[in-house]
């Protein structure tokens, strides 16, 4: 007994310690292996870690009685110093296996409450954990959980900053969308990305908020027509759509090309202003206020109109050819 409980130390030291040392690890899984070669168990070969699976039901019974003898004495901040780094190892290697439990997850917000952890290493685990469960609801709500406190530290000036955490989170949720069929978590942590980012950082009335707006627009039209069963791709787009009209900065002739496209399909000018460009389409408004607030919300139906006959040209382009291959 004491033998084995050793190698499951040993095992939870060394996936803590590569974790650590690599900044650019990349993903986790669990290796078919059913037997025992005499040999560790845990595998790591360029920026790749895995765990050999006869080890996994024994080594996480002795993390789970681990962690629920010490659970009471963290949450009572009774936990004696020689214990934090153990219950900080016993809860990566627990939640990389199995991540479903939410126990563990608010165990190590307690470790960050008692500033036990620091916030550098929690996303980089979160990942990991993605990277094997990537509909793990928990592992995303944690990550919420750790961004939302990333962000309280990064100003609004900072413009690298924002960039490069929007960046590498919209890269995760496509990695993780593409494993993953209808992977409504990854499309709602998108979602809730871009919220967040909308209401600290890139507010309607910033060039910003509609830069980003059209590159999503763009990002999942593509996306769409490769993924044509995904109803959670629709959904996003539906998001962004509304984005569109809460815009409040206006930019005249937005989508050149979208607009070429319309015209040679509804005969309607490319270069006209967006009143003419809708009083083309849908005939002479009611309404005939020109305030600014007016203009902004004419600006906005414009630019969405834009993108839904844009889809629509698409979808009935794509239709076309599938019929033309089906006879």
């Not at 036990?116 to 990550?143: M, P, Q």
Request: net charge neutral; hydrophobic share 35%; glycine share 2%.
């Amino acid at each position: 007994m004491d033998e084995d409980n050793s190698m499951y130390e040993k095992i939870s030291n060394d996936i803590k310690s590569i974790i650590s040392n690599d900044p650019d690890i990349k993903n986790f899984c669990v290796l078919p292996v059913n037997e025992n070669k005499n040999k560790s168990p845990v595998l790591y070969v360029e920026h790749n870690l895995a765990l050999e699976s006869w080890c996994v039901k024994y080594l996480y019974a002795y993390l789970y009685m681990q962690l629920f003898k010490l659970k009471d004495l963290l949450h009572k901040h009774r936990l004696p110093n020689q214990n934090e780094d153990d219950v900080d190892k016993y809860l990566i290697t627990a939640l990389l296996i199995h991540p479903g439990i939410s126990t563990f997850w608010n165990m190590r917000r307690e470790l960050i409450g008692n500033n036990i952890i620091d916030l550098g290493i929690e996303l980089k685990i979160t990942e990991l954990v993605l990277s094997n469960k990537t509909k793990s609801n928990e592992a995303f709500a944690y990550r919420k959980w750790i961004l939302n406190r990333h962000f309280k530290t990064i100003h609004k000036s900072n413009t690298s900053s924002i960039r490069q955490l929007l960046h590498h989170e919209l890269v995760l949720t496509e990695t993780t969308a593409q494993k993953s069929p209808n992977n409504y978590h990854a499309w709602n942590h998108r979602i809730w990305l871009l919220e967040s980012i909308f209401g600290k950082y890139y507010t309607p009335d910033m060039p910003e908020y509609l830069d980003l707006a059209l590159e999503q627009i763009d990002f999942i039209t593509k996306w769409i027509s490769i993924h044509v069963s995904e109803n959670a791709g629709f959904h996003y787009k539906q998001y962004l759509n509304n984005c569109f009209l809460r815009n409040r900065y206006i930019r005249n002739h937005l989508n050149t090309k979208s607009r070429v496209l319309i015209e040679t399909c509804f005969k309607v000018s490319a270069c006209c202003d967006d009143l003419t460009y809708l009083t083309t389409l849908f005939g002479e408004r009611r309404n005939k206020n020109n305030s600014l607030e007016s203009m902004v919300e004419i600006n906005n139906y414009a630019n969405l109109v834009v993108v839904l006959l844009t889809d629509l040209i698409y979808f009935v382009k794509n239709l076309n050819a599938s019929s033309y291959l089906n006879n």
